[in-house]
């Protein structure tokens, strides 16, 4: 079994920042590809963030220069520090990872969600 439980997530006011974690525990061999997603109301889940294993970090246009991705292996961890923050942020943000939980079976796996709000 694995899970990713995310935090950090909360209140803030248009310009502010806020500092999301995601952890993976279970029966975790390697973790490979570690994305941030988010939904706002009334629309559909969408990528906002990946960094591979070796640290090389992709993002959405709308975030760029704003939220930096990270990693830390050895705690099983992926981060998304998010400054400027604009209230079209506001949205539930999800991590999912892609995870070898033995040498044959490699899932993705995704955390419960955690809400940013952003005000004007």
């Known amino acids: 079994q694995v899970q990713l439980v995310e935090s950090g997530g909360g209140l803030v006011q248009a310009g502010g920042s806020l500092r999301l974690s995601c952890a993976a525990s279970?029966?975790?061999?390697?973790?490979?590809?570690m994305r941030w997603y988010r939904q706002a109301p009334g629309k559909s889940r969408v990528l906002v963030a990946t960094?591979?294993?070796?640290?090389?970090?992709f993002y959405t246009n709308s975030v760029k220069e704003r939220f930096t991705i990270s990693r830390d292996n050895a705690r099983n961890t992926v981060y998304l520090q998010m400054n400027s923050l604009e209230p079209e942020d506001t949205a539930v943000y999800y991590c999912?990872?892609?995870?070898?939980?033995?040498?044959?079976?490699?899932?993705?796996?995704w955390g419960q969600g955690t809400q940013v709000t952003v005000s004007s």
């Open positions: 999912n990872a892609d995870i070898d939980s033995t040498l044959y079976r490699r899932s993705t796996y």
């Open positions: 960094i591979t294993r070796d640290g090389s970090p």
């Open positions: 279970g029966s975790i061999l390697s973790i490979n590809a």
